[in-house]
């Protein structure tokens, strides 16, 4: 049910751009669409420039030279890895576009390091310094930053076309609204962006404990839909006693059992192997294939990396260490809201998404799109939704009327109940979901259905309770959009009964090329998946879950 908003702002702003999210995705759209003429407010549930897995780390990107040989590598690197899910005119796209706004750093100043031959090399981006040069051409260029101001539902028109969101500091408690803007003569329609990133599910993996699946649930109440969520068992390879799951080191690495033997066909790219090996027993790693000449330059590349290593006395590249696997959800797997044409438009006017926060099927299939394919899209994605949302909140023309716009957050911002959420057993209860490997990694059709069971038990639980703070309130909102993501999530994952890309489904262990389609997903209380055939915006095949 729409509601109409009553409640005061202490902050009223207006807008022709709305970007929720200050990732690469976020900045890079709000830089788009005001280099656009449009007036920009993005707001971030943290401090822009600092928080999100690419602030956290060292960042490869796919940036290919526009040579047809390398560019034909490249494409065909990921077709057979990602079950032949992706399109190759969005691969180029996303090869082109990342390639002009790559070099678009450089002459911005990024300090790209040259190559042994003193060429610039520009595959890599060092998080902290790209995110700071972003934040500061984004403020150069108009932008209005809200830091620490997450966004709490969509605001809606008339028409049901997004309008703007409204949320809270979460440090000083101040509620906020952006909305649309108006002229002398005529009203400017708002558009919004969301670049909020994947789910993590609060893993702790590096700079992902922000990443709560926030924009999929706004952009689910306003009606979008996702696509690929069955994708989205990523792991990522990490010391037991760190958070740090960045694994390209661990190419160069020797697993072993506990007593120093050599488990058979673990590696960084056969991490099932290693999945397996932890459901029994510990499992170490040493890199010792890295051969003396390269471990200074490693430190260089990723100095995060060996923190860890450093403050506990441990030379990852002599001795042995634990690790673990940690779920990195849909920031490394390829699910999030549908896009429905190059605009990076969802299936809601108004409405657009970037980055992790959207699918990234369309370049990667279903197997991951990792640090370098991931970081192309955000790059490439912010850059056409930025400006597309601009171009749209020009293009409507003269309003006779004013509209009113209203709220379409529903879950534990609409309650009349009297009972208390109790977020932390919750989360622990979600986790409890999608954390195992013998769940998420390894999929049956029993166990996804047990587990979507205690999901759907769960969301009744919130739609039935209700918070009594501004403060718990960020938190409950974050809870439902991690049971959200894991009932899209396993909802796919029931219907894809073959397995293709990261989706291991042990009862039907084969590719079925009958399946070569699309999933898509969406609803709230009832969740709905439907097929989609490639490189179509038409969907058939429908089928209604049932109903919680």
């Known amino acids: 049910m729409l509601k109409t ?54 960042n490869g990107v796919w940036y290919v030279p526009p040579d047809p040989e390398a560019r034909e590598t490249a494409k065909a690197s990921r077709e057979s890895l990602g079950g032949f899910l992706a399109d190759r005119n969005w691969m180029d796209r996303v090869l082109d576009q990342t390639y002009a706004n790559v070099n678009q750093l450089a002459e911005w100043g990024y300090p790209f390091p040259t190559d042994d031959e003193g060429k610039p090399y520009r595959r890599s981006l060092q998080g902290p310094e790209y995110m700071r040069l972003m934040r500061r051409q984004i403020q150069r260029a108009g932008v209005k930053i809200l830091d620490n101001s997450p966004a709490l539902e969509l605001l809606v028109d008339d028409d049901g076309a997004v309008a703007g969101a409204t949320g809270v500091n979460r440090q000083t408690g101040e509620k906020w609204i952006v909305r649309r803007r108006e002229a002398a003569c005529r009203q400017t329609s708002q558009s919004t962006i969301i670049a909020t990133g994947g789910c993590a599910f609060l893993s702790k993996a590096l700079g992902c ?26 792991y990522g390879i990490s010391p037991a006693f760190s958070s740090v799951t960045k694994t390209l080191f661990y190419n160069w690495a020797t697993f ?42 490693m430190r260089l590349a990723q100095p995060n990396f060996f923190l860890p290593f450093d403050r506990a006395g441990i030379d990852p590249f002599t001795q042995r260490f634990p690790v673990t696997l940690r779920l990195e959800g849909t920031v490394r797997g390829t699910g999030g809201i549908r896009i429905v044409d190059e605009s990076c438009a969802s299936s809601v006017r108004g409405l657009y998404a970037a980055g992790d926060a959207a699918t990234r ?187 919680v």
């Open 5 to 58: 908003l009553t409640t005061d702002f202490e902050l009223d702003l207006k807008a022709d751009v709305l970007v929720i999210g200050g990732g690469p995705a976020g900045t890079w759209a709000a830089w788009s669409a005001a280099s656009n003429g449009a007036r920009v407010v993005l707001v971030d549930k943290g401090y822009c420039g600092t928080t999100g897995c690419a602030a956290a780390s060292g």
């Open 209 to 234: 404990n922000v990443l709560t699946g926030d924009g999929y649930l706004m952009a689910a109440e306003a009606g979008a839909e996702m696509s690929g969520m069955e994708f989205s068992n990523a």
């Open 256 to 297: 072993t059992y506990e007593d120093g033997t050599v488990i058979p066909g673990a590696s960084s790219h056969r991490r099932s192997v290693i999945a397996q090996t932890l459901l029994q027993q510990p499992v170490y790693a040493i890199i010792d294939k890295a051969a003396e000449s390269m471990r200074a330059s």
């Open 361 to 547: 099927e369309l370049i990667c299939g279903g197997f991951t799109g990792g640090g370098s394919h991931n970081a192309a899209w955000a790059i490439s994605s912010g850059y056409w939704s930025g400006k597309s949302a601009a171009e749209y909140s020009r293009s409507l023309g003269e309003y006779k009327t004013q509209r009113q716009v209203k709220g379409v957050g529903e879950v534990v911002l609409q309650s009349g109940s009297d009972r208390t959420l109790a977020t932390d057993e919750i989360i622990q209860a979600v986790q409890a979901e999608v954390f195992p490997y013998e769940k998420n990694y390894f999929r049956t059709e029993q166990g996804l259905t047990e587990s979507l069971g205690r999901l759907n038990h769960l969301w009744q639980e919130l739609r039935s309770s209700q918070v009594t703070s501004d403060k718990e309130l960020i938190r409950a909102r974050e809870t439902a959009a991690m049971v959200a993501t894991a009932r899209w999530m396993y909802s796919s994952a029931i219907e894809r009964k073959e397995t293709r890309g990261m989706h291991r489904h042990l009862d039907y262990p084969e590719q079925d090329a009958n399946q070569q389609h699309h999933l898509i997903s969406g609803g709230l209380d009832r969740v709905w998946v439907k097929s989609q055939s490639l490189h179509s915006t038409e969907k058939s095949q429908s089928k209604i879950g049932a109903a």
